[in-house]
Structures are given as C-alpha cells and as structure tokens.
Nanobody
Framework: EVQLVESGGGLVQPGGSLRLSCAAS????????MGWFRQAPGKEREGVSC????????AYVDSVKGRFTISRDNAKNTLYLQMNSLNPEDTAMYYC????????????????????WGQGTQVTVSS
C-alpha cells in the first residue's frame, strides 16, 4: 500500500521558516518523481515544486523561487521542502505527491500529473 505522510507544518510568523517532510512507503521511492502542492481555502490546488527520481532536476512555481528548496533523501525514502521568508500568501495545506518517472518540465504542476497523494500538513503564516 502506497503511503505518503507529510509533517512539519505549523504556525509561523511572516519572514520565518519551516521544513516540511514527506515519508514515503509502499513503492520504489527512487523510481518516482516527487512534488509538493498546496491548496489555500477557496483556491485550486497548485504545484509548488517538483524533483525528479534521482534528484537531478527540480522545478518551482514562480511565487516560491529563491525562497523554497525541494530535496529528497532516497536512502530514507523522504522528501523535504525547506521554506524560508514565508509570507501570509503561503498559508495553505501542503501535500506531497508521487509520479513514476515524471519529468519536472512542461505540465508537471498539473494535479493530474501525479498519481499518489498524501493527506497534507497545514502551514499558517500569521503574526
């Protein structure tokens, strides 16, 4: 059974940092591209970042470039998202997702590109 379990969310002040983790099990982690998505209340789920199966290629939505960093540890079957300089617009439920050998180019940011999803972790940026 495929499982993706996110953790690390919470309440942080503007300008602060958080590190999200996603523990994966039930599939061959290093054969899958991983992604982070987020969904704010009343908005569509949007792709935040993507990293290919070996970690060699990444992609980011423009709004987080220079602030967020995606990484993975294939030995630990874990995906990370380091989020710095957080602002209230980053408030959302954050989800990790998996897709077999998806390239982080073109339409990687589409929900339909990923087949497996976690339950999400809430990030709230507020003073």
């Amino acid at each position: 059974e495929v499982q993706l379990v996110e953790s690390g969310g919470g309440l942080v002040q503007p300008g602060g940092s958080l590190r999200l983790s996603c523990a994966a099990s039930g599939f061959t982690f290093d054969d899958y591209t991983m992604g982070w998505f987020r969904q704010a209340p009343g908005k569509e789920r949007e792709g935040v970042s993507c990293i290919t199966w070996g970690g060699g290629n990444t992609a980011y939505v423009d709004s987080v470039k220079g602030r967020f960093t995606i990484s993975r540890d294939n030995a630990k079957n874990t995906l990370y998202l380091q989020m710095n300089s957080l602002n209230p617009e980053d408030t959302a439920m954050y989800y990790c997702a998996a897709a077999k050998r998806l390239l982080c180019s073109g339409s990687w940011f589409a929900k339909s590109s990923f087949s497996e999803w976690g339950q999400g972790t809430q990030v709230t940026v507020s003073s």
